[in-house]
């Protein structure tokens, strides 16, 4: 099955400053790459996506850029603010009609005012 | 919309006990998913449905754990007997399950302790 490694576990940054995570997957098939921000005591929340057919998508401070020769796929957060401080997820999907989505391990992302 | 609904928010029992998670998907949602997370494991998927059928329970950890989705608007997670390394978050997710639609909505989660 599908396999997704996320690095790092921990990052901390100073406001204003960009931040970046960065995701591996191991099934070639896999189309779909959402990232989801998740606030303490709170569910994941989907944040930015992309599909394979695409190599970078950006919406205001978050982007996230696919290079699907090399497996992988970073979220980059410029201009970080406090309100940015949650763990962060990457997921994969691995086939077209197979909703199953497997979640890296997460990165705690905490911004230093 | 009120998005996913999960009940109850927060639940202690004690090992041995019966414990029930119930969750309520967004209103025209075709999929709904059982996630579990823990600090070890990270988030995992238990089971997902589609259309109220189950569609894949590789994840579902042991016979202890079982889910059913009666209709299109209620799903619940049961857990007999709980064990303590069953403590978790529990988390639902629903999404449209449309073709290319794949944007998965979670709930508050359910923190179940079991003692």
């Known amino acids: 099955g599908e396999n997704v490694e996320q690095h790092p576990s921990t990052l901390s940054v100073q406001e204003g400053d960009s931040a970046v995570i960065k995701c591996t997957y191991s099934?070639?098939?896999?189309?779909?790459f959402p990232w989801y921000k998740q606030e303490l005591g709170k569910g994941p929340q989907l944040i930015i996506d992309?599909?394979?057919?695409?190599g970078e998508k950006k919406n205001q401070r978050i982007a996230v850029t696919l290079n699907k020769t090399a497996k992988h796929f970073s979220l980059h957060i410029t201009e970080t603010q406090p309100e940015d401080s949650a763990v962060y997820f990457c997921a994969a999907r691995a086939s077209q009609g197979n909703e199953k989505l497997t979640f890296g391990t997460g990165t705690r992302l905490t911004i230093i005012p | 919309d009120a998005g996913v609904i999960q009940s109850p928010r927060h639940e202690v029992t004690e090992m041995g006990q019966e414990v029930t998670l119930r969750c309520k998907p967004i209103?025209?949602?075709?999929?709904l998913f059982w996630y579990r997370q823990t600090m070890m494991r990270g988030l995992e998927l238990l089971i997902y449905?589609?259309?109220?059928?189950?569609?894949?329970d590789s994840g579902m950890p042991e016979d202890r754990f079982s889910a059913k989705m009666p209709n299109a608007s209620f799903s619940t997670l049961k857990i007999q007997p709980s064990e303590p390394r069953d403590s978790a978050v529990y988390f639902c997710?629903?999404?449209?399950?449309?073709?290319?639609?794949?944007?998965?909505?979670f709930g508050a989660g359910t923190r179940l302790s079991v003692l």
């Open positions: 992309i599909r394979s057919n695409v």
């Open positions: 099934d070639s098939a896999s189309n779909y």
């Open positions: 449905f589609n259309n109220n059928v189950p569609i894949d």
């Open positions: 997710a629903s999404t449209l399950g449309a073709v290319g639609e794949n944007i998965q909505y």
């Open positions: 209103s025209g949602h075709n999929s």
